[in-house]
């Protein structure tokens, strides 16, 4: 395929800077909205016909260099048994939260093959209906954040719960992340056989954690994870607020590492070293600010990436859902203009 994304994936020469952006199809967008008016959210995962028709549309409203599937992280954690639902205020629930080391012996593996076949049609019909020099990014969780949610029952604000785990008994949270890894595994090379051109995968959490932790505790499994998939396409590593300890975390792998808005660039690229490609990283609050604020600020990071083949722009995190879709059109195409060589 020719592609700038991924000749920058590659960190090959490319005449312009590629941008995709995390949840470049989602809430802030209206024929998304008007979706969820009939449809919920878990409901529009599992259609795969209009899962395939999120994704497309957005690139095509975007003129993104990129789509990628739309889908959710936590889709794989209902694939094991725990249940998963969506509050209207407070983010995802997991029904069957794990308790304790017991929780985690029984806890199964599942068939991912037949129990998220959704996705994996999605990606297909996704994949029929893109251009054909426009990359498909399939992703998941890392293992970490996935191992979160499941001790934590949703989002936290300390982890208490799953820091206890993680430091206490090391048997459970071996065999733990033993068995997130190996079915996210299945999960993404499923991804890549039904049509991805690259993937990423997200540690969401792992930012709460030290260097020494991160090392100890995560490292391993993240770093397993990714060298055992497919090599054939690119395999991006996105985790947020991890600039502390960045040259731990590119350790895991990854052709791509991505970094979130709270570290520079060039500060990132040192850290990382040359050979590895880099993506992001404009703060997703910058969107909500005036067209020539946001121009201020993809000038500055344009800048600082200073046309090093193998960056590739994106935001920090994802797209925040109060934000302009005009703000989102008008950033792309700043992105393609400035940085035109």
Known sequence: MNSVFLQACRREKTPFTPVWLMRQAGRYMKNYRNLRKKTSFLELCKNETLAAEITVSAREKLKVDAAIIFSDILLVLEAMGLGLEYLKAGGPRIKNALKGPKNVKALREGNVSDSLSFVFGAIRKSRARLPKDVPLIGFAGAPFTLASYMIEGGSSKNFSKTKKLMVSDEFPWNTLMEKISRVTLEYLNSQIEAGADAVQLFDSWAGVLTASEYEKYVLPYSKKLIHALYQKVPV???????????????????????????????????????????????????????????????????????????HIFNLGHGVLPETSEKNVVALVEMVHEFSKK
């Open 236 to 310: 991006i590593h996105f985790g947020t607020c991890t600039g502390p300890f960045l040259e731990i975390f590119s350790k895991a792998g990854g052709d791509v590492i991505g970094v979130d808005h709270r570290i520079s660039l060039q500060e990132a690229w040192k850290r990382i070293g040359p050979r590895k490609a880099i993506q992001g990283n404009l703060d997703p609050k910058i969107l909500l600010l005036s067209l020539p604020e946001i121009k201020k600020h993809v000038k500055k990071i344009l800048k600082e990436a200073d046309g090093r083949p193998g």
